[in-house]
């Protein structure tokens, strides 16, 4: 089985490429920069796609995605004009790497453009994979690491009340890799059953690192302004408000995990933290 994978440089897709191909699957993909896979494809979200790339492409798995400023409708037409472009070259089978936050009433940019994009794949008939927080060394769980690596005092929104729904990182590549060969259902929700609260997870991730940082409860509204402000003159954060808007939406939840379904037995949320 020949794999394209997009946004190959990125957290999940680079860690899905090499778990594929270790797996002795033919896994070749694009990104926005160089990749040192062979055949991969120099190609961004709003660039046009070509047929070629597809050449003896059996799956497409969509993971690319444009965090710029103003992205939304990049993301959207973009993954889209792929999606076509691989469906007129023969590829039989297309995964879209989506998002909990994927939902109608999603208030993210991000959300919402993963919502309308898989709208139209499942229309059309593809799989739509929606995975929790991934865990792992990328990503915002990276981020978050990263930040109690770094910060002694951290603000904790809402009193760090809000159950997550996490993933790690090799969990989510075996699961994506037996969907592969599964042709239903066509919505995978994969998390673990632990939902632990956002305080808690983050205390045990500060053990994890042997931190001593301390969390300040902050509402969730105090921040958005700030991080708007930021994002607006294009200032770097590690957590922007897309996030914060996402993390506060998912106070209310709208999916039933399946990890189990595709897996049997995933890991326990300890064992993915011992892979930040």
């Given amino acids: 089985m020949k794999v394209f994978i997009t946004g190959l440089n990125g957290f999940v897709a680079a860690r899905l490429a090499g778990h594929l191909a270790s797996a002795g699957l033919q896994v070749t993909g694009s990104s926005r ?5 062979p055949g991969a494809r120099v190609w961004s979200l709003g660039d046009p796609p070509e047929e070629s790339m597809f050449r003896k492409v059996d799956v497409l798995v969509h993971c690319a995605h444009d965090f710029s400023r103003g992205a939304m409708h990049r993301n959207i037409d973009g993954t889209l004009a792929l999606a076509n472009a691989a ?3 023969g590829v039989g089978r297309q995964v879209f790497v989506s998002s909990l936050s994927a939902r109608a009433d999603a208030t993210s940019d991000y959300g919402r453009a993963k919502y309308e994009t898989e709208r139209v794949l499942l229309d059309r008939g593809d799989t739509v994979v929606r995975p929790g927080t991934v ?14 690596r770094e910060k002694p005092v951290l603000p904790l929104v809402d009193g760090g009340n809000v159950e997550m729904t996490v993933i790690g990182i090799t969990d989510l590549c075996r699961a994506i890799e037996a969907i592969l060969g599964r042709t239903e259902p066509r919505e995978y929700n994969l998390f673990y059953a632990d939902r632990p609260r956002m305080k808690d997870l983050l205390v045990r991730l500060r053990e994890r690192l042997g931190r001593k940082t301390v969390f300040i409860p902050v509402p969730g509204w105090m921040l958005l302004a700030p991080l708007a402000i930021l994002r607006w003159l294009h200032i770097p954060t590690p957590v922007d408000v897309d996030n914060l808007k996402g993390y506060m939406k998912s106070r ?4 039933a995990s399946n990890l189990a379904l595709v897996i049997g037995k995933p890991s326990t949320l300890d064992e993915a933290l011992t892979e930040v």
């Avoid at 209310?252 to 999916?255: I, Y």
Wanted: proline fraction near 4%; hydrophobic fraction near 45%; charge should be positive.
């Fill in 135 to 148: 865990v792992g060394k990328g990503g915002l769980f990276g981020k978050m690491a990263a930040l109690i």
């Fill in 252 to 255: 209310e939840m709208v999916h």
């Fill in 33 to 37: 920069t160089p990749s040192c896979l």
């Fill in 87 to 89: 469906r007129r070259a």
